[in-house]
């Protein structure tokens, strides 16, 4: 009896760690469209009405143009319907002829047995073993006050609109959404400031649980998809959007999201540096640097680079300028770029510009800067990488090795500014040598003074 017992937990167990895998569709992918699970940075959830015949049944293959990476946009427009068609082409599709099976779970799509044990962990089990997340919330190196926060976050405590509302202590509007109940989820999460926030530091729907319904589903997420810093810099955030929220409602001052943003990462630092004063990570030493742009190293060219996205047209733009080691802009360029997956995408395309600016000006020795820590851990990454980004990265790796040296950091937004003042004329689609335009002339002696 105990061992029929112990092969159901285990066939259980086995049906759950299922759930964490999906294909990523190739060139003539054989994937069944409505019965497997599949997609790019999320599953394709298709919710329209189908008949899928076991002996002759329907593949991505398909709906795509034969022997290309591309997708048969009317064929899909006019089998599907718009939202499932929406959700099925902006789904990447991989250059070679093999659908990959990734592990969805984890940011690389490698999968580990720790990262399947934590997920089952995660997930409810045959013997209603409680939630991990719980014994990595405490254990993370992290300011006691950010994880009592992220505590009572997730157990739905924090006094959010709703709550005073019950409590005959308000009408329970958000302060930013006058016509919106403030919940935990929506403070934190769906408040147009909150997004804007999270976007900024690179935090999506794909990796910070978009189709979950309370603010402990949603970390609960991050925690298995995201690394342990980048999950870390989440919270942070989180508890910072909350101090701005109470701010604004007693002292009538608002940040910026970008000071949110900024001002999560040197807190975490500092307090890196605190903990651990002989490291000498990028990071840990820009906390005791001044919050400015810093030239590079004589005979080194620094190109920052930033980008804008469109969240409704998925439409992208891109900002780029080339400085010496005196200051001096060598280059600048804005264009648009046409359309991206997403906000994380379009950032991996102003780094493939930054290079592809390089090469045309022959520089050897650069440094490149971008404000999306995400990105960056990408192209420095050492270790296999099967997520969509991941393999885009590989695909341009080959260029870095044309450059005597090609360092690729990231830096604060406020650092960054004059790329990111670029991407909101990416519009016109200009480029100058060494004449520095006028749109940006009086941010470039702003750097250079400081």
């Known amino acids: 009896m105990r061992a029929s017992f112990a092969w159901n937990d285990l066939f259980r167990a086995f049906q759950s760690l299922q759930s964490g895998f999906m294909w990523r569709p190739g060139i003539n992918s054989v994937i069944r469209i409505h019965q497997e699970c599949w997609g790019g940075n999320i599953t394709v959830h298709l919710y329209g009405d189908c008949e899928d015949d076991s002996e002759l049944p329907i593949r991505c293959r398909h709906f795509m143009i034969p022997n290309c990476p591309l997708w048969d946009v009317r064929k899909i427009r006019a089998y599907f319907?718009?939202?499932?068609?929406?959700?099925?082409?902006?789904?990447?599709?991989?250059g070679s002829h093999v659908d990959t099976l990734i592990w969805y779970r984890r940011d690389s799509g490698i999968y580990y047995v720790r990262s399947g044990y934590s997920f089952l962990q995660r997930s409810p089990t045959p013997i209603n073993r409680p939630s991990g997340f719980?014994?990595?919330?405490?254990?993370?190196?992290?300011?006691?006050?950010i994880r009592t926060s992220g505590w009572h976050a997730t157990h739905d405590a924090l006094p959010t609109g709703d709550h005073l509302r019950k409590a005959n202590m308000g009408d329970g509007f958000c302060p930013f959404c006058p016509s919106v109940i403030e919940t935990p989820l929506h403070a934190l999460r769906d408040c147009p400031g909150a997004m804007k926030a999270l976007r900024l530091a690179g935090f999506t729907g794909s990796n910070f649980g978009s189709s979950s319904?309370?603010?402990?589903?949603?970390?609960?997420?991050?925690?298995?998809?995201?690394?342990?810093?980048s999950f870390i810099l989440l919270l942070?955030?989180?508890w910072n959007l909350w101090n701005r929220r109470n701010g604004f409602i007693h002292n009538g001052r608002l940040q910026s999201s970008w000071i949110i943003v900024m001002n999560s990462e040197l807190l975490l630092a500092d307090y890196k540096n605190h903990n651990n004063p002989?490291?000498?990570?990028?990071i840990a030493l820009q906390s005791q640097r001044q919050l400015c742009w810093h030239p590079p190293?004589?005979?080194?060219?620094?190109?920052n680079t930033d980008g804008a996205f469109n969240q409704s047209t998925h439409e992208a733009g891109i900002g780029v300028v080339a400085r010496n080691s005196t200051g001096e802009v060598l280059g600048v360029f804005a264009q648009y770029s046409g359309i991206s997956i997403d906000a994380l995408h379009k950032k991996f395309l102003v780094v493939v510009a930054g290079i592809q600016f390089a090469r045309e000006k022959g520089w050897c020795d650069m440094h490149i800067e971008m404000d999306s820590a995400i990105v960056v851990n990408k192209f420095n990454r050492v270790g296999p990488d099967l997520s969509v980004l991941g393999s885009q990265v590989e695909r341009y790796r080959p260029l870095l090795g044309e450059f005597n040296v090609c360092i690729i950091n990231f830096t604060p937004k406020c650092c960054n500014y004059v790329a990111h003042t670029l991407t909101t004329h990416s519009g016109l689609s200009?480029?100058?040598?060494?004449?520095c335009p006028v749109l940006i002339r009086s941010n470039v002696l702003t750097d250079s003074h400081s």
Do not use: H, M
């Open 236 to 238: 942070t955030i989180l």
């Open 278 to 282: 002989s490291s000498t990570s990028p």
């Open 430 to 435: 200009f480029f100058f040598g060494s004449d």
């Open 134 to 145: 719980w014994k990595i919330l405490v254990k993370l190196p992290i300011l006691p006050k």
């Open 81 to 94: 319907s718009s939202d499932d068609a929406l959700s099925i082409l902006q789904t990447p599709i991989q």
């Open 297 to 303: 190293p004589e005979g080194f060219i620094k190109i």
């Open 213 to 229: 319904n309370s603010v402990f589903g949603c970390l609960e997420y991050a925690a298995t998809t995201l690394s342990r810093e």
